[in-house]
C-alpha cells in the first residue's frame, strides 16, 4: 500500500446551526446519534467545505423517537492544488481521492466531537457525547463544485 502526502489545512470552522428540546428529554433512555457528512468544493478558493450534521435522539417507551437535539458545523479547508482533483471527463467535477477523504473525514469528527462538547457544556446535553465512529465506514455526500 502506498502513502499519499496530501496538502492541505483546516481554514475555519463555522457553527451553522443549533437546536436544543430540552423538554423532550427522558432520564432513563441513552442518547443514539445520527451523523452526516456533505462535500462541496470552490475551486476558485482552494476550498472544500464539509458540512457536518448530527442529531441527537431518544426513544420513548412506545419506540417513538424523540429528537433532542441538532447541530450543523461548516468544515472549511484549503487544498492549495484542488484544481489538481478535476475529471475532465465528468463535466470538470472534483473527487478526492478515497484515501484523502478519510483523512478530511477523521479531521471533521473528531472536531466536531470537541465541538459538540463545547457547545453542550452545562445543558441537558452535557453527557451526550458523540461515540467514537469509524470514518472508513462513512459514505461522504459529494455536491458538485462551484
Do not use: C
Amino acid at each position: 500500500m502506498t502513502k499519499s502526502n496530501y496538502t492541505f489545512s483546516l481554514k475555519r470552522i463555522e457553527l451553522a446551526d443549533k437546536s436544543m428540546y430540552w423538554e423532550r428529554m427522558k432520564q432513563e433512555s441513552p442518547f443514539q446519534f445520527g451523523l452526516q457528512i456533505q462535500l462541496s468544493h470552490v475551486p476558485k478558493e482552494n476550498e472544500s467545505h464539509l458540512l457536518a450534521s448530527v442529531q441527537i435522539v431518544q426513544e420513548s417507551e412506545n419506540e417513538v423517537t424523540n429528537e433532542l437535539a441538532s447541530i450543523r458545523i461548516n468544515f472549511v479547508f484549503n487544498i492549495p492544488y484542488l484544481h489538481e482533483y478535476r475529471k475532465e471527463h465528468e463535466s470538470q467535477a472534483i473527487h478526492l481521492p478515497d484515501d484523502f477523504m478519510l483523512l478530511l473525514n477523521t479531521v471533521v469528527i473528531g472536531t466536531l466531537r470537541g465541538v459538540m462538547f463545547s457547545e453542550f457544556r452545562g445543558t441537558f446535553l452535557h453527557d451526550a457525547i458523540l461515540p467514537v465512529i469509524d470514518p472508513s465506514q462513512m459514505t461522504t455526500i459529494n455536491h458538485s463544485s462551484s
